[in-house]
């Protein structure tokens, strides 16, 4: 399969193209301007990541407006909303398999920084984030060392 | 205050974690709980008034977890703990639908003067069968002006009946837990305790 190896610098830009490119989102995410958003890929030396991987998400009123990859939580932590979860979960929630809130009940997703009434009123947002996502075309038999 | 102990995480004060409710469902209850109770005072006095137990099931996240209120402390536990006055049941969608639920309050009701002119006209109903009573029969327009100056001096009277929340039944999320109840999407089940409890827990974990 060719796509952008997961997680790379390459799959965060697509990721930002898809998400302009999801109307769904434009619109549920409308009224977001509570800042930037990071997707953390705890680390897991057994898959070759040492260290944690991030995607932050500068997202505001329906669209993305740039977007960084980054090493370490610490790096992770200047978003305002950072959500970590494994590799695999992760990419269950890329390929639809998991609901993102779902997710976060069951534990395998965890707001480790951010307001939860906040993210809980902009559920549909984080919806689409998830299916823009979706729509990156990704290989994951590959990742940005 | 932050501290460890056998019994459990203490979160902030009031709200503390049971053994392995640490992360997941339970972890978020308690963290919107603790962060509803931060930013709006209105859901203190619910919280203070919440006693008795309340049991959540995601059924398509395979998760429960209990609730225990009482006395301004909750404790939240995975799995069911105790009886529990109120249990809802329903999938994870529906559970985070109830927290989007539209609320508001005679005092917004009395701003909007198409509702206004409704509450006039559902308080003038008694009052004309009062005055009916009493001698002359009123016509509805003379109800309805008679109680209009009541419910015009509600807008400017700040009591916090007045300001209590209530589901909107007009709001899009309302109506839609209503069909998913009626459906049986979104099953609840309580006893006498339980069902003082629905409005006020409602509100507490409402993000709207």
């Known amino acids: 399969m060719s796509g952008h190896p997961f997680p790379s610098e390459a799959w965060t830009g697509a990721y930002a193209d898809a998400v302009n490119g999801n109307p769904k989102y434009r619109e549920a995410g409308k009224a977001w301007t509570h800042g930037s958003v990071a997707m953390v890929i705890a680390a897991d030396p057994d898959r070759g990541l040492n260290v944690e991987k991030g995607m932050i998400l500068d997202v505001n009123e329906g669209q993305c407006r740039g977007t960084e990859y980054v090493t370490g939580r610490e790096a992770a932590s200047v978003a305002d909303f950072v959500i970590v979860a494994t590799y695999d979960d992760w990419r269950s929630v890329i390929g639809g398999e998991i609901d993102p809130i779902k997710g976060m009940m069951q534990g395998r997703l965890k ?3 951010g307001h939860l009434p906040t993210m809980l009123r902009f559920v549909e947002s984080s919806r689409q984030l998830v299916v823009s996502a ?6 994951f038999s590959r990742m940005e060392p | 205050m932050v501290g460890e102990s056998d019994a459990g995480v203490e979160l902030a004060g009031n709200v503390e974690l049971g053994p392995g409710a640490d992360q997941g469902f339970a ?3 308690a963290e919107l709980v603790r962060q509803n109770l931060q930013d709006d005072a209105s859901k203190r006095d619910d919280f203070q008034r919440l006693k008795g137990r309340v049991c959540m099931v995601v059924e398509d996240a395979e998760v429960t977890i209990t609730l225990a209120f009482g006395g301004g402390n909750l404790r939240v536990d995975v799995g069911t703990v105790g009886t529990p006055d109120l249990t809802l049941r329903a ?4 559970i985070t639908q109830m927290s989007l639920m539209e609320w508001t309050s005679v005092r917004q009701l009395t701003q909007n003067s198409p509702t206004a ?9 008694p009052l004309k069968t009062l005055w009916i009573s009493m001698g002359p029969i009123p016509t509805d327009g003379m109800a309805r002006r008679a109680v209009a100056p009541v419910v015009r001096v509600l807008k400017h009277v700040d009591h916090r009946w007045l300001q209590r929340r209530f589901p909107d039944w007009k709001g899009q999320t309302t109506r839609e837990i209503a069909g998913a109840t009626r459906e049986g999407k979104l099953h609840s089940h309580f006893n006498r305790r339980g069902a003082t409890m629905v409005l006020p827990l409602s509100r507490l974990l409402s993000v709207v």
């Open chain 1, 111 to 113: 707001l480790t920084k």
């Open chain 2, 91 to 94: 999938t994870s969608e529906w």
């Open chain 2, 27 to 29: 972890s978020m209850m």
């Open chain 2, 117 to 125: 002119r409704r509450l006039s006209r559902l308080f003038a109903t």
């Open chain 1, 134 to 139: 979706s729509l990156v075309p990704t290989d």
